[in-house]
């Protein structure tokens, strides 16, 4: 006879604050107790709560995403035993499919306050800004960046098994010597924090040693993969994950609608709750067997697909904004290539921190192209001509005209600069020294 | 009535040296006298060596790569005239296509020596070491690397527009910066050099003057392209190039037959001598009107197609392979994941220089995916299944059975160790005096 | 602020028949009462009901395929006015999705049998037959054809709006006439039919009156669309469909899970109740302006895709199998095309019934090749290779290993010359009085 | 060592008649002298003519399309000996490459008047018409029909194995039933004709011999393949032909740089004199191994892509344009589905002439859709946008408005009506009986 559905073994409930919820932590620790089990070969589906434990509303101010709590974020639904599993296995994870709530049809992208958070380019938008997007079926629209619509390449931007104490031990070690090293005037990595830590249903003791120890959910890791944010690690693929404690204790969240690569305002994806798919299966000896000392994966068939010569690509090399030249730093170049995406957009009408949403959210492709070309690394960054619905190609009729495209939100109260592209401030392009940027 | 065929603005030579035929150079500057003049809106073909300028061999001998002389690369073909193009206008450049020579159906892949040119994971093999492929049509294969074979995504390693004097001179300033600023124990960018310099058909004092202020083509830069090795700026592509220089002094060189992104073995195209068509358009005040401080492109649409499920895709962080924690650092994280891939393919039987070759050529897809979650930036490669005639995918019958891969070419009495797995040693790397490399 | 979420303009009751569910009609009439009202720019939810309305069941039993009521299907969820929508105007109808219902994962695929409903190669295969498909999230796969998943590729079946009088009378003058000229001993089209007759809201005049003028649902028609049974119109597509009446009584139902171009079996889709998401729009004067006889659609950008290297594609010729040469008839060719492949793929395992049923439903292609070579029409088949978990490209080590692939639904009590992959006997096939079918 | 380069098997002579060319032949018969020798393994090149032997020009008139000699086409290249090939064995001919010749960049696209050739629209279309078309390497354009550039989708129109006497029997004997039976009022089959038969180097009584048995070479035939017209069997494309006699005797020829699915004029690709660089292989007793009728194939990965999102798809059914229902005739609804597209483009301002080729030979998707809603077969036809140089999609502004179109070659003299979408005269759509189509 047919199979009947498809069991939920995690519901979040939106009416209760995440950290009281037993089947939801946020940190990442070998003792944080199991939240369900699996069965070898089984499908179940996994509600899931945005990555802000819902700190952003949809309305129109980024007051929110500027206050933004950052010891509450990235509530993991799970950890879940895969029956069988144990250390030296590996976890293939078929996500069969992500799906918003019904009943919730919408997502957010934020750029944080770069006191509160920052963003890969945080030093030319210092600012808060939000844009809220809407779904509909494939497709999503945000009244804050209009003439745009895409369809999702919705997936996990967090999936992995827990670490065992040794490669906890590993990662609380590294991370510490950076940050006892660091002379720089900000974060460069986050240490256990015993602050606000969810530890699942865990009791007062184990959740101060999660506290004190538990790795922060922030970064991916080479050694489960952790937060690797990657867009398409999308519906149907399978990804190979190692185990590195009996049962697996897999956990799972953060989900987004779609991503841009790189996802460079940090809160760039359109973030949303909603429910994961996944279908399990054990591979005994599987690190071993497959050399994998981090997470492998095969894409799946339904990504939104454009035509090779629907997109344009910008190029950016390791030459920083004040023209200082970089040794073969492709962090320097990708940040260059999405300033120069910036200012192509810019003409049209749009804000810079509304393209700096933009880029973060929508299906961009970011390329490493030529790294050992001494001293510039090159990297391409494609946009999809597609997703607006006016002709941004560099054929179109030159010079463009201007169109009124609002604005995002920002912190209340926020009323100048706000739309560069209205100003006209900002349309000037200088080849000489210093910043032009502005908000 | 109909067109005739299309005209050749530049024929190379391959029983002269590079350096004595007028219409090549080798420094970008802006006084290099043209090399012949385009019309507004033409097709031309320019006949190109290969980036050596023909100093490596079809034969099974590393030692032409191990001793090249890098200060005779990159004989350019041009500088060519376009009609009616000045500083400020944009040089539309279509890729029609790009060909070897019939008569010459071959092109190579090296690994430089550490200590002469180097490469992306030089620390870890500092070998010279080779791959000669031969082509039949769309496909190349190697005898070097038996088991494989794919179509080639054709391009031109090298495009782009004289600089100004004005342009040059900042090059020059801030990489000599760069150089006096530098402590590592390797060159971090490359001076103007007046040995074996070659600037076209200038008399002897112009040559002088190019040799003491010419920049050098190794790198690509942002103000007009240059050696930017982007693999999908393939036959079909449009690129929008940024003029300097009255006539635009367009140059071109250095063919790929196929490259993987990143080039990572520097040497890693498949380079090759051959035939580039391409169609001029010149654009009025297109820098200002299209705000491009760096070039454009959109990719043509023949590029060779595998579905997204057909690639298996390497995860890597900004954790190098001693342990170390690095700030985001995509440069780190990127070398990490292709170490993944060659610890994945090396369980088939190849030696881990096989596998470094193929991965600087295959049309590999190196993806920035998450950089935003410090301190680890993440990065993907994407290694397409059906470049292989056995089946790579990680569904394939574990434990992997090792095959018969033969060796690439390496320097004349080189016998041990070379074909890491044949000898069953693959799990250690150890060559010479460099890094050893252990899981 | 943000949108509240998206309306649901129908629902269906799976607890009451089909035939007293007022916002559901079985005839194409323009007298059909409206159902609801849709603003010209909404999007909104539709509710559908499987094509046969309920009557096949998720068992391992043909019986019900067999003993289909065929008065009693394409039960359409609608007419529904669209504001503003008059004749001349086009409406413009985007599919945001189409979704399953979440506690129903489940359809079908059916073979009629040749004596009630019959199907594209009846005369070969004349018996009824079924596959249950599981779906989970974008995936199925069927305990009745094992060895093979896919994901789907969901479409509506049918959508259109209403005919007016004179589109109505002229389409039964048409199909009378052909049915008064008809010497083939089948049914070539279906008259109106007063039995089982539902017309929604309608009273029971109306009800009669569309019994006797209202047009069967069966064949798509070219003033408006209809049945169609386009596989690519699916997610994200844009179809523009001539208004005939004022308010359009737009009309859809029928959804397809998935479906292979021709749908052969006649019920050969993936069969499903679920939901399709819609957004209206109404172009004035669309249909002279857009020149427009037939519907034209655009398909949205999720299709699943595989590489064009990942498919098999098979010939075939307007001779049919009796050797009989035919004038340039595609309908014998792509039957050859059909059968090629299923003897192709016979040799793993699978019966003809099994494979019948899957080119029904699999997303193969389709295509017209040649169609001037008199006397030959010649049309090909895609099979992707990737929807088998197996090896079934021609590369594959010969001959073939045959593999136990079990058996689709046949009607109770049938038991031999069923699975002829295991009776060896394959080579020929033998069924009730029809036609022998041999190599 | 390196390979040497890749031998060319037959060369042809455009300075002598096709006729008297010893390595061309235009019959397929068993007893032609084989023309050379190929390696089982070997990567050769074949030149080969266009299809009617040269008898078209690059100019401006179709006096040569209207009086072509059809007795004098398809001179195909070989039969060329593959060693080790036997009656039972299939031949792997894996197509690497297809090009024009570099001195010879253009090619032909032809109506034929309806008494001489006639095509699929010839009822609508009777008048001879040409448009030549220029090649600059992948793409091409046409100064008859402005405003279009494409890439080729490269391929041969024709390859296959010489028949056996068996099979040469089957098919002279069925083609004379059809011919026989023959009501219609035009040819449906070519018998054997004596009349300008070339058979290769054969003496001058097996030469008649071929004039009276020989089968004729327009259409392709289910047991070998032939002239398939498959415009996706093209570079990189693995076919398998089935192999009938001793050596094989292959034979290519017809090389198109493009064709749209149909190739509906019938001289209706871009035809062209060309190299194809083929690898043959022998996989013994393929034919029972693989289960092989009919050729199969697996195409290429570089065919030139769109995404689904740029084509707009139309849809045709079996109701002709005299408003009469055909059962399931899927030729009527292809010639339907052709004559909307016509509709379509007609509006900005080409003459339906023009467009009639343009479908011919321009990369158009074909598509069986629905084949099983009696009476009604649909198909659709899937137009590229990016082929036009102005957006044609139907969300462009409406009313369009026509652009200066030129027009297509015609025959000498003929000056009125030719420009449909000039005169206005055409633009009439009409939803009632009779043909509205004028030239």
Redesign the interface.
């Given at each position: 006879?047919?199979?009947t559905?498809?069991r939920t073994v995690c519901k979040v409930d939106f009416d209760r604050p995440a950290s009281e919820q037993p089947y939801l932590h946020n940190r990442w620790h070998p003792d944080i107790p199991f939240a369900g089990i699996i069965k070898d070969g089984e499908?179940v589906k996994i509600e899931c709560l945005d990555w802000t434990g819902g700190q952003i509303k949809?309305?129109?101010s980024a007051d929110d995403v500027k206050n933004v709590d950052l010891t509450k974020v990235h509530y993991l639904s799970g950890p879940f035993e895969v029956e069988g599993a144990a250390p030296g296995d590996v976890l293939l994870v078929e996500?069969?499919?992500v799906q918003p709530f019904?009943?919730r049809?919408?997502g957010f992208t934020g750029i944080f306050d770069r006191r509160n958070g920052g963003?890969?380019l945080d030093e030319i938008y210092p600012s808060a800004a939000k844009a809220?997007w809407?779904f509909?079926?494939?497709?999503c629209t945000s009244r804050h960046i209009p003439h745009v619509k895409f369809?999702g390449l919705i997936h996990p931007g967090i999936l992995g098994c827990a670490p065992s104490a040794e490669v906890l031990e590993?990662w609380n070690k590294?991370?510490a010597?950076?940050i006892a090293a660091?002379k720089?005037d900000r974060?460069?990595?986050?240490p256990p924090e015993p602050l606000s830590v969810h530890a699942g249903s865990a009791d007062k003791d184990l959740t101060e040693k999660v506290g004190r120890e538990g790795a922060r959910t922030?970064?991916?890791?080479?050694e489960h993969?952790g937060?690797?944010?990657?867009?398409?690690?999308s519906?149907?693929s399978k990804v190979?994950l190692p185990v590195h404690v009996p049962g697996a204790k897999f956990s799972v969240g953060d989900l987004h609608f779609s991503q841009g690569?790189?996802?460079?305002?940090?809160c760039?994806a359109i973030e949303m709750a909603g429910v994961i798919?996944i279908?399990f299966k054990v591979?005994k000896?599987?690190v071993?067997?497959?050399?994998?000392?981090?997470?492998?994966?095969?894409?799946?068939?339904?990504?939104?697909?454009?035509?090779?010569?629907?997109?344009?690509?910008?190029?950016?090399?390791s030459?920083d904004e004040a023209?200082?030249?970089?040794?073969?730093?492709?962090?320097v170049a990708?940040r260059?290539t999405t300033l120069?995406c910036i200012?192509?957009l810019?003409?049209f009408g749009y804000s810079d921190y509304q393209i700096y949403l933009l880029l973060s959210c929508a299906p961009v492709?970011?390329?490493?192209?030529?790294?050992?070309?001494?001293?510039?690394?090159?990297?391409?960054l494609g946009l999809p001509i597609?997703i607006f619905d006016f002709?941004i190609?560099?054929s179109a009729a030159?010079?463009?005209k201007k169109m009124n495209m609002g604005r995002c939100a920002f912190e209340t109260g926020r009323t100048e600069g706000v739309a560069c592209g209205e100003s006209g401030k900002n349309?000037q392009?200088s080849?000489g020294g210093g910043l032009t940027y502005k908000e």
């Amino acid at each position: 006879m047919g199979k009947t559905g498809i069991r939920t073994v995690c519901k979040v409930d939106f009416d209760r604050p995440a950290s009281e919820q037993p089947y939801l932590h946020n940190r990442w620790h070998p003792d944080i107790p199991f939240a369900g089990i699996i069965k070898d070969g089984e499908t179940v589906k996994i509600e899931c709560l945005d990555w802000t434990g819902g700190q952003i509303k949809n309305d129109d101010s980024a007051d929110d995403v500027k206050n933004v709590d950052l010891t509450k974020v990235h509530y993991l639904s799970g950890p879940f035993e895969v029956e069988g599993a144990a250390p030296g296995d590996v976890l293939l994870v078929e996500i069969m499919d992500v799906q918003p709530f019904q009943d919730r049809p919408w997502g957010f992208t934020g750029i944080f306050d770069r006191r509160n958070g920052g963003g890969f380019l945080d030093e030319i938008y210092p600012s808060a800004a939000k844009a809220i997007w809407d779904f509909e079926g494939i497709y999503c629209t945000s009244r804050h960046i209009p003439h745009v619509k895409f369809a999702g390449l919705i997936h996990p931007g967090i999936l992995g098994c827990a670490p065992s104490a040794e490669v906890l031990e590993k990662w609380n070690k590294r991370e510490a010597e950076l940050i006892a090293a660091n002379k720089l005037d900000r974060d460069v990595a986050l240490p256990p924090e015993p602050l606000s830590v969810h530890a699942g249903s865990a009791d007062k003791d184990l959740t101060e040693k999660v506290g004190r120890e538990g790795a922060r959910t922030i970064p991916g890791r080479p050694e489960h993969g952790g937060n690797c944010d990657i867009k398409n690690l999308s519906r149907g693929s399978k990804v190979y994950l190692p185990v590195h404690v009996p049962g697996a204790k897999f956990s799972v969240g953060d989900l987004h609608f779609s991503q841009g690569d790189g996802e460079i305002s940090f809160c760039g994806a359109i973030e949303m709750a909603g429910v994961i798919t996944i279908n399990f299966k054990v591979i005994k000896n599987g690190v071993a067997d497959l050399g994998l000392k981090s997470p492998i994966y095969i894409p799946g068939p339904v990504e939104p697909q454009f035509g090779p010569g629907r997109y344009i690509y910008f190029e950016g090399f390791s030459v920083d904004e004040a023209g200082r030249q970089h040794y073969m730093d492709v962090t320097v170049a990708y940040r260059q290539t999405t300033l120069r995406c910036i200012e192509y957009l810019r003409r049209f009408g749009y804000s810079d921190y509304q393209i700096y949403l933009l880029l973060s959210c929508a299906p961009v492709q970011g390329h490493v192209a030529g790294i050992v070309d001494i001293p510039n690394a090159c990297t391409t960054l494609g946009l999809p001509i597609d997703i607006f619905d006016f002709d941004i190609s560099p054929s179109a009729a030159l010079p463009v005209k201007k169109m009124n495209m609002g604005r995002c939100a920002f912190e209340t109260g926020r009323t100048e600069g706000v739309a560069c592209g209205e100003s006209g401030k900002n349309s000037q392009v200088s080849f000489g020294g210093g910043l032009t940027y502005k908000e």
